[in-house]
DNA sequence: CTGTATCCGTGCAGATACTG
DNA sequence: CAGTATCTGCACGGATACAG
């Protein structure tokens, strides 16, 4: 395992004497960061709803990711205790995974994310528009 | 310009004829995902709560971010809709970045998710011990 | 079925230098 | 002050092959 394994992408170290707002709270927010912001972590939370699924369930449902992508995104989530998984010890193996208790409140603040997408999709891509040929007339 | 131009970081396309729950949904959260968890803009957006940031005062506050991936990242904002960016024409040069109406909606929604990894940022902390731990003892 | 191991290409971010 | 332009590296993700 390469990147699973390393403990923080080493962000420079959270000095305690910034006055900016941030230092702090920006460990935090970049700790989050780097863990919903990683393209699959969201998806997979907000896919695990309140359900049991298992890893192929998983991969054929988020539909893109590599196996690999999975397994390391599954194992980061579970080391940080957002989900739990569970192996079967039958054969063929059997891996189940769901959300902690943890997960589930990481999983409401997410699902309001995604509500505010959908809502909102509609005017970014008109704002995306309007730059986009305001830029091409400047041009 | 090279990232900042790119229309969308082509993913396949959103076909309308899957079942998954996801695929429709999925291109909202992939371009949200794009958008805020590109390590950047949800600190931006937070920073800019209500209030006008010039360049310089962003670039100081968030300390760490480059002037390069800072000018990016509000370009993107701006492209979306969620932050305005004004010129004043004097020398040297003021321009101001404040978020849109529409930046305050996702600057209400981000706060969620601060707030939630402050909250539970020692869980966090303490899961991942336990799991380093335990796999240290499994090695 | 559920992974791990390895190789490999690319895209994103940092550093630096330059400009209006 | 507020950017652009360019080079560069390496971390990340995909593909593939193999294993328990």
């Not at 449902?61 to 196996?67: F, R, V, Y």
């Not at 509500?115 to 995306?128: F, L, P, Y």
Request: hydrophobic share 35%.
């Amino acid at each position: 395992m390469e990147e699973g394994t390393s403990k923080e992408p080493s962000h420079s170290e959270c000095t305690e004497d910034a006055f900016q707002w941030d230092t702090r709270e920006d460990c935090d927010v970049r700790q989050i960061l780097d863990r919903i912001g990683d393209k699959w972590s969201l998806l997979v939370i907000a896919l695990l709803d309140n359900r049991v699924l298992r890893f192929t369930e998983l991969k054929k449902t988020i539909d893109g990711i590599s196996q690999r992508m999975l397994t390391v995104t599954l194992r980061q989530l579970e080391r940080d205790g957002l989900v739990r998984r569970t192996v079967h010890p039958v054969v063929p193996p059997r891996v189940d995974y769901e959300l902690t208790p943890l997960g589930v409140t990481l999983h409401d603040t997410i699902q309001a994310l995604v509500s505010w997408t959908e809502k909102h999709q509609n005017e970014i891509a008109t704002a995306r528009a309007t730059y986009d040929s305001r830029d091409a007339v400047v041009r």
